[in-house]
């Protein structure tokens, strides 16, 4: 077992190497020690200690400096001040900065070992929380990530792998195989999981719109920038950028990339000065960038700056074995998000959608498995519940509505609010019950999807994570 570690500050030689004597086998610790509050913290910042132990009153940085600093940089550090008698106001205000405790001189060996003994307990209590939150940090991060295949053991070690590192992660795979996903669990994994998460999706912006998206302008840099904007870069430094579906960008934007990740500064469009940033990239296409690079649309030296921790996600129909797992998320996901009970596969239904061919991956799935919640009667989702309304036999009921016995305008309202109710409650389920988002996908403008949804009922709230 790994011995605990205290590092003594004190500007008094024979105190420091009393205590150094001491403690060491008593409390059966390694112990470091400092004559001041500068050397301190430089060796604090090269080494990690269970326990500072340090007194208040020193020449140049006093403890009371010392302890500001060092909780600064980080609060869970344990300190144990050290005060003679006529300063104990001064040790409570350093209990009330984030000291754990304090001791007065000159002190009974036998109860400094006790004091210090809890300190030391409360830094082990710390890290101990610490390893079982990283554990559900690691759990979390692939929550959403379903798969025991090979292939995807394969693709978990890699994340992990990339995740320990600072270096360049390029996720390639078919459309719908999760490469955001991927992405996020590069990042939640990294040190920087408590910075910011920036996504952009290159295709969505228009090219002449990129580059001012990604890299920020000054005010007045063209017409209609009447103030300054800050660029996706910046708002990653120190955490993670991710470009989704960066095979789309042109060879303008490319080579302003190329810089950026290579120079580790940025450029605003009408800045004549550069800044400096601080940003993991990760990057993701679906498209064969070799092939790209052949026909010259796509830069080699990009490629190879991008290309240094690949990870290739398989397409669903190379890891069939995971897809009744997939659907039984996905089940418990929508169910849930949908206020809706919760409801199962019915008998061979799992078989049946192993041996379909996905062409759309992950997120074919997943819409049809959003069809089976809403089209399903019962507990059970059956074969045809799961079926595009566009490939349904002409004599079958429409959406499982009965309308014998209606007439014609009844019929009719029902159809529609079915149809309206099932529509739209799969769209914003879809976005997360998003209206803007949602009405893009229906061709609509937003108001006009707000005024359908308030005819039929249907509320965003249930849809929202």
């Not at 009153?57 to 001040?81: H, S």
């Not at 590192?165 to 459309?175: A, F, M, N, W």
């Not at 049946?352 to 061919?357: S, V, W």
């Amino acid at each position: 077992m790994k011995k605990k570690t205290i590092l003594i500050v004190d500007d008094e030689p024979d105190m420091l190497r009393l205590l150094e004597r001491t403690l060491g086998p008593d409390l059966n610790c390694d112990v470091r020690t400092a004559e001041s509050g500068v050397e301190a913290l430089r060796i604090l910042g090269r080494e990690n200690f269970d326990l500072v132990l340090a007194d208040i009153k020193m020449p140049a940085m006093d403890g009371l400096e010392l302890l500001a600093l060092i909780k600064r940089e980080n609060p869970d550090q344990t300190v144990v001040m050290m005060t003679g008698h006529g300063s104990i106001e001064s040790a409570v205000t350093a209990m009330k900065h984030g000291a754990y405790d304090f001791i007065t001189k000159p002190f009974d060996h036998d109860a400094l070992l006790v004091r210090l003994e809890k300190a030391l307990e409360r830094s082990g209590l710390l890290r101990e929380n610490q390893r079982l939150k990283e554990a559900c940090e690691l759990e979390d991060a692939f929550k959403r990530f379903v798969g025991k295949s090979p292939p995807m053991k394969r693709v978990f070690d890699t994340i992990r792998m990339a995740a320990g590192t600072d270096l360049t992660v390029l996720i390639t795979g078919e459309s719908g195989t999760g490469k955001e996903l991927a992405a996020r669990a590069v990042h939640e994994l990294s040190g920087r999981r408590k910075k910011s998460f920036v996504a952009v999706n290159c295709p969505t912006v228009p090219e002449q719109i990129l580059e001012s998206e990604l890299f920020g302008y000054a005010k007045g840099a063209f017409t209609h920038a009447t103030q300054k904007k800050t660029g996706l870069f910046q708002e990653a430094h120190n955490g993670t950028l991710f470009l989704d579906e960066i095979g789309d960008i042109g060879t303008a934007i490319q080579t302003k990339l190329l810089r950026a990740i290579q120079e580790k500064e940025i450029k605003p469009l009408g800045e004549t000065r550069t800044h400096k940033v601080d940003v993991r990239i990760v990057a993701s296409t679906n498209q064969d960038l070799k092939e790209k690079i052949r026909r010259g649309e796509f830069r080699e030296d990009l490629f190879y700056r991008l290309n240094v921790i690949p990870v290739q996600l398989p397409p669903l129909r190379e890891r069939r074995e995971d897809i009744p797992l997939i659907a039984g998320y996905l089940l418990e996901k929508h169910c849930k998000k949908m206020n809706r009970p919760l409801k199962r596969l019915a008998g061979k239904l799992p078989g049946e959608l192993m041996a379909r061919p996905w062409e759309g991956n992950v997120r074919e799935l997943e819409n049809t498995i959003l069809r089976g919640i809403l089209y399903a009667r019962g507990d059970e989702i059956q074969s045809g519940d799961l079926m595009d309304p566009e490939h349904l036999p002409a004599s079958a009921p429409v959406a499982g509505i009965d309308v014998s016995g209606l007439d014609y305008r009844d019929a009719k309202e029902k159809v529609l609010r079915h149809f309206n109710q099932t529509y739209l409650e799969n769209q914003l389920s879809l976005t997360s019950g998003n209206i803007t988002q949602a009405a893009r996908r229906c061709g609509l403008e937003r108001q006009a999807l707000q005024q359908i949804m308030k005819r039929y009922g249907v509320k965003p709230e249930p849809f929202r994570s």
